[in-house]
């Protein structure tokens, strides 16, 4: 029996003889991408032995991100055959891919990886696969589906449907809404506002207009700053739709500080404890939509059948899915005592 090196040599090998036939027979790259996938499947682990599992993630510069490190922490330290190795995250992906390089040369079993910016990590989860390294892709993705196994995220797109739908019928169709997006450029801020953007439009045609779109990249702080430049410069505001609830509470304290709590209402997203509060005692808060950052805890138990080349025992199919998407519920002060105990 070949051990778990060996193994990974061999799909290495594989990956390059695959590659090799594919650039002959002038195959798209379609297929290279899974080719990359079937050789970097997993299944490198032999029950009974220790599955080591590297994690990378960006700082833990608000509540979301720090909760979603110390729930991976948590589920590792569950499983006895589980050796995990965290390094200290940043919001530089320079710093990210120098990171993943060093994990990559540590030759764990499976890397878990939420990266600070898709674009930029790609090359560097790519090369973990091309050497059998499976990785499992958190939240944010990579921009090839060829440098993951398997990708565990909440609904983007879904989060802007939710937000359309509850906003289109709160304001009955007619209103000015700000955007607060998070970072610009990620995939999360595109699909969270092409969402929204889609459904106001289907829903309401012209009838609810964004007078204001900005970026305050999932901050409290830069929240706060670019909503009190916004309440400057547009008098009439009758909604205000949010990508986080971290950031969220900067755009309020900004509203109240204005006194002008009473003029609108706003929605976050996440699910933060924070949040769930402020909905429970109603007000401007008005709803928030579910993006719980126990998806780390999932990526890594995901991780773990991977790398030992079990699937689910609820499915019939023997190995992981390729995807795994979390629904965005919508949380407002009709069901928020259902979810308080998820919040974080």
């Known amino acids: 029996?070949?051990?778990?090196?060996?193994?990974?040599?061999?799909?290495?090998?594989?990956?390059?003889?695959l590659?090799?036939?594919?650039?002959?027979?002038?195959?798209?790259?379609?297929?290279?991408?899974?080719?990359?996938?079937?050789?970097s499947g997993g299944g490198?682990?032999?029950?009974?032995?220790?599955?080591?599992?590297?994690?990378?993630a960006p700082g833990d510069d608000h509540g979301w991100l720090a909760a979603l490190t110390e729930n991976a922490e948590e589920e590792a330290a569950l499983h006895d055959d589980v050796e995990f190795i965290l390094l200290e995250g940043t919001n530089d992906s320079a710093a990210q891919v120098s990171q993943v390089e060093q994990l990559i040369a540590d030759d764990p079993d499976v890397l878990v990886i939420l990266p600070h910016e898709g674009d930029p990590l790609t090359p560097v989860?790519?090369?973990?696969?091309?050497?059998?390294i499976p990785v499992v892709n958190v939240d944010r993705e990579?921009?090839?589906?060829?440098?993951?196994?398997?990708?565990?995220?909440?609904?983007?797109?879904?989060?802007?449907?939710?937000?359309?739908?509850?906003?289109?019928?709160q304001l009955d169709c007619q209103g000015n809404v700000v955007e607060i997006q998070g970072i610009a450029g990620i995939s999360v801020t595109e699909q969270r506002s092409a969402g929204f953007a889609d459904t106001i439009e289907q829903l309401c045609g012209d009838g609810i207009q964004i007078v204001a779109q900005q970026p305050a990249d999932f901050l409290p702080d830069q929240g706060l700053e670019v909503m009190e430049a916004i309440l400057q410069a547009e008098s009439d505001?009758?909604?205000?739709?949010?990508?986080?609830d971290d950031m969220a509470m900067g755009v309020v304290s900004a509203i109240e500080n204005a006194g002008r709590e009473d003029e609108m209402i706003l929605t976050g997203a996440g699910g933060s404890s924070a949040a769930m509060?402020?909905?429970?005692?109603?007000?401007?808060?008005?709803?928030?939509?579910?993006?719980?950052?126990?998806?780390?805890?999932?990526?890594?138990?995901?991780?773990r059948l991977i790398a030992l080349g079990e699937g689910f025992e609820e499915l019939v199919e023997p190995d992981v899915p390729s995807r795994i998407e979390l629904p965005a519920t919508t949380v407002t002060a009709d069901n928020v005592a259902d979810f308080a105990e998820f919040g974080f």
């Open 1 to 17: 029996m070949r051990n778990r090196r060996q193994q990974r040599l061999l799909g290495g090998l594989t990956a390059i003889a």
């Open 19 to 39: 590659t090799l036939a594919a650039c002959e027979s002038g195959d798209d790259d379609a297929d290279s991408e899974e080719d990359s996938e079937e050789a």
């Open 44 to 56: 490198a682990v032999q029950e009974g032995e220790t599955v080591k599992i590297a994690f990378s």
């Open 125 to 132: 989860a790519l090369e973990a696969m091309e050497q059998g």
């Open 142 to 169: 990579f921009s090839t589906k060829a440098a993951y196994r398997t990708w565990i995220g909440g609904d983007n797109y879904g989060i802007g449907v939710s937000a359309g739908n509850f906003l289109a019928e």
């Open 237 to 244: 505001i009758d909604a205000v739709y949010t990508h986080d």
């Open 277 to 303: 509060e402020r909905i429970e005692a109603g007000g401007l808060y008005a709803a928030t939509f579910l993006y719980n950052p126990s998806m780390s805890a999932s990526a890594v138990r995901v991780a």
